[in-house]
């Protein structure tokens, strides 16, 4: 069974940096894509960064140069290291996850089959 469960949220003023982890149990990487998305209270969930079975990102605009996204196989975790954190940042975080299909990874909630938990990042100004 897929699970993913998340952490490393917490409260940063901004400016600063916080990375999240999301564990995996139940698949491979190398046949799955990862992303990451956030959803701020009264807001819809978006996309901020994915991790393709062959290893290559995404961003969008909005976190391109301030977001990373890795993954270390041997500890089944993915990662995002968040920096120059902004207030507007401020959102629960889900990792999700989706089998590969070999020609990239979608960006879109509906594109997914398993999410964690979440964890809370919330930045002050």
């Known amino acids: 069974q897929v699970q993913l469960v998340e952490s490393g949220g917490g409260s940063v003023q901004s400016g600063g940096s916080l990375r999240l982890s999301c564990v995996v149990f139940?698949?491979?990487?190398?046949?799955?894509?990862m992303a990451w998305f956030r959803q701020a209270p009264g807001k819809e969930r978006e996309w901020v960064a994915a991790?393709?079975?062959?290893?290559?990102?995404w961003y969008p605009d909005s976190t391109e140069g301030r977001f990373t996204v890795s993954q270390d196989n041997a500890k089944n975790t993915l990662y995002l290291q968040m920096s120059s954190l902004k207030p507007e940042d401020t959102a629960m975080y889900y990792c999700?996850?989706?089998?590969?299909?070999?020609?990239?990874?979608?960006?879109?909630?509906?594109?997914?089959?398993?999410w964690g938990q979440g964890t809370q990042v919330t930045v002050s100004s």
């Open positions: 139940g698949y491979s990487f190398s046949t799955y894509c």
């Open positions: 999700a996850a989706a089998p590969s299909n070999g020609v990239g990874c979608g960006l879109t909630t509906l594109e997914y089959d398993y």
């Open positions: 991790f393709g079975a062959d290893s290559a990102t």
